[in-house]
């Protein structure tokens, strides 16, 4: 171990630029020239480390030889306050921990001798480290080739870096004070993720363990020392209902990827950011908001907000704390976002709207009250952001059942399944259609039920319930019962089944169909569709333009070929909606459709409508149905193909 002395003797041959005489340095730590040189004899071992050399010229002085970024690493080996004592950071397990960094950080792997000379001990021993690291990471399912390099195609990366932070906290701990990470990783991404974590704690006042925030941070180090290196993380497989749960941190995820980028000059891919939003929630992050410095105007909107939703789903969201600290976090930056005119993605939208299309639709009828409040137009993508918000709020409150639907495909044949199913079922249940090839890929734990039209090859725990592509009343009877027989056992009851569709029926019959229609434009339709409104005085004169400015915040062409264009229920004097088919396929946004559905909704009407919209955004999701709805050519093959020949 250095003594005191030493390192500051370090510390002086590494700031001066030319040979110095002894008598120089003598001066400086009050000591005879003998000493100085008695001292420099000592650190010749330490030097090597870093591969520097004092050099001693007669008459001339001495001078410290090797590059600068040499100098820097011994400069911050001597200088940082966390240094580990030199007894410590060359023990077997701060040894270890080195070379299974070196496995997974580095581009340019390190040969034996080079590990040989720093740290002091034989390449017999340093073959047994690596098996033992090796050993360690086969026995957590890591793929290892036979030279010793991780396949990073047959591993997950989250499993990867799981392992080496489990490695870490096994061989060097964290947790306390003498938890360091500037040995294996840069000093920069020290400081910034030691800053991101410490500012976001004080701010949120969030009290964690110290275990907690040494294992955070190491999570989040090991994360951005494998994506500096290309390694990024894979295609999530939870299913949606577990994600958006997570996309409650997203924003969180998104201002430590900004930082990261500006400051490190390293960019995060989508799935990282999921990544991120997963190791934020398991390590206790919340959502927060500073109520001692917040707007009073934007926390009083946010609370008519809820207010508002509150009335639409029948059940009183304004009891949950949670909810409003969550929202108000959203809204608050997002006020600020739109006032500047900076737009972000949410990834999951599509999903977001074709999943939980009743509770989207809810709060895109809830959004002009805030719009109004606040001097700014809402995009859809920060739509579905607060439909997370509201949905899982919704979800603490009534008892949700989550269920997977398999066919062979996913596609076709399974949206048949999961119209006919998810209409015939209580609106608490969450369904989600999955693929049966990718089934063994997901996580199961929060699913209450497996519902197949074909055999399946291995076990699980969740029940299966298999019937045909097109289910029969007895089977979709047998759904019913055991998604009841889940609730008893809960204690709690299933509201009423599924929407009653006598008022879609109502609605589609006086509504108004235009089919094969020739239209080069979105600009086109929507031209067309508001004037045949304002001549028969359905909505308010700026009709027109209040339906444009929506579409500027994003368009609303889905996927799936549809356009569900809407407005502002305030400029709504009669509820009406109308279909328009289309000969060719128009460019709506960045997608294709073929169809559009336009929604007119009184502010009235909100609550007594809310079924039916949701009912039609189930449908108007599913390619094939759209693909069926425009080869037809009469509006009673139309409303039987949304509302099913069979009641």
Not at 116 to 143: H, M, N, P, Q
Not at 146 to 172: A, C, G, M, W
Not at 562 to 581: D, E, G, L, Q, R
Request: hydrophobic share 40%.
């Amino acid at each position: 171990m250095l003594s005191k002395r030493e390192s500051q003797l370090i510390e002086l041959l590494l700031e001066e630029e030319n040979f110095q005489p002894a008598s120089f340095f003598s001066e400086k730590l009050n000591v005879s020239n003998k000493t100085i040189y008695q001292d420099i004899q000592k650190l010749g071992q330490f030097l090597n480390r870093f591969e520097l050399k004092i050099e001693k010229k007669p008459r001339i002085g001495i001078y410290l030889i090797g590059t600068s970024t040499k100098k820097n690493d011994a400069k911050i080996f001597i200088t940082s306050k966390e240094a580990m004592s030199t007894e410590v950071k060359y023990s077997s397990n701060y040894r270890r921990v080195y070379l299974f960094a070196n496995l997974i950080f580095k581009t340019d792997k390190k040969r034996y001798e080079y590990f040989e000379k720093k740290f002091f001990v034989s390449i017999a021993t340093l073959r047994k480290d690596y098996e033992e690291i090796i050993k360690y990471c086969r026995l957590a399912g890591i793929r290892i080739t036979s030279n010793h390099v991780i396949d990073t195609q047959k591993t997950p990366e989250e499993l990867i870096q799981r392992t080496f932070v489990n490695y870490f906290e096994k061989n060097i701990g964290v947790g306390n004070e003498k938890c360091q990470y500037h040995f294996v990783f840069d000093q920069a991404m020290v400081q910034f993720v030691d800053d991101f974590v410490k500012n976001f704690y004080q701010q949120s006042k969030q009290q964690p363990t110290n275990y907690i925030v040494h294992s955070l941070k190491l999570s989040l180090l090991t994360l951005i020392g494998r994506v500096k290196h290309g390694y990024h993380s894979q295609t999530n497989k939870n299913p949606l209902f577990v994600e958006i749960k997570k996309m409650e941190l997203y924003m969180v995820a998104l201002d430590f990827s900004n930082g990261v980028k500006d400051e490190l000059n390293c960019s995060f891919t989508i799935n990282d950011l999921y990544f991120i939003c997963s190791l934020f929630m398991g390590h206790g992050v919340r959502p927060f908001v500073n109520l001692a410095t917040h707007s009073q105007q934007i926390m009083e909107t946010t609370k008519q907000f809820i207010q508002d939703m509150s009335t639409l789903v029948e059940k009183d969201l304004g009891q949950d704390s949670q909810l409003l600290q969550s929202l108000f976090a959203h809204i608050e930056p997002m006020v600020y976002r739109l006032q500047m005119g900076i737009t972000i993605k949410n990834p999951l939208k599509e999903d977001i709207i074709r999943q939980y299309s009743t509770m989207y639709t809810l709060t895109t009828y809830c959004i002009p009250k805030l719009e109004k409040a606040m001097g700014i137009r809402v995009t859809d993508d920060e739509i579905t952001f607060l439909t997370i918000h509201f949905q899982l709020a919704f979800e603490k409150i009534v008892n949700t059942k989550h269920v997977f639907l398999i066919c062979p495909t996913g596609l076709g044949t399974s949206q048949l399944l999961f119209q006919r199913i998810r209409h015939s079922s209580p609106s608490t249940v969450v369904y989600e259609v999955i693929d049966v090839q990718k089934l063994q890929d997901y996580n199961l734990d929060s699913v209450d039920l497996i519902i197949s039209t074909v055999k399946l090859e291995n076990e699980y725990q969740t029940p299966i319930i298999y019937v045909r592509p097109l289910p029969t009343k007895e089977e979709i009877a047998l759904i019913n019962r055991h998604l009841l027989t889940l609730n008893q056992q809960d204690n709690t009851f299933l509201p009423s089944i599924a929407p009653d569709k006598t008022i879609l029926k109502k609605y589609l019959k006086d509504g108004w169909m235009f089919l094969n229609q020739d239209f080069d434009s979105r600009e086109s339709v929507l031209s067309f569709i508001t004037e045949k409104y304002k001549e028969e005085q359905l909505v308010k004169d700026n009709f027109l333009e209040v339906v444009l400015q929506r579409e500027k915040l994003g368009a609303t062409g889905l996927s799936s070929g549809v356009a569900i264009p809407h407005a502002n229920p305030k400029y709504v004097v009669k509820t009406k909606i109308s279909i328009i088919t289309l000969k060719n396929k128009i460019t709506w946004g960045d997608v294709d459709v073929r169809v559009v559905l336009f929604l007119a909704i009184a502010e009235e009407d909100m609550i007594q409508v809310k079924n039916m919209i949701a009912l039609l955004y189930d449908v108007f999701v599913s390619p094939e149905r759209i693909k069926s709805i425009a080869s037809k050519e009469t509006r009673n093959e139309i409303i039987n193909e949304i509302i099913g020949k069979r009641k």
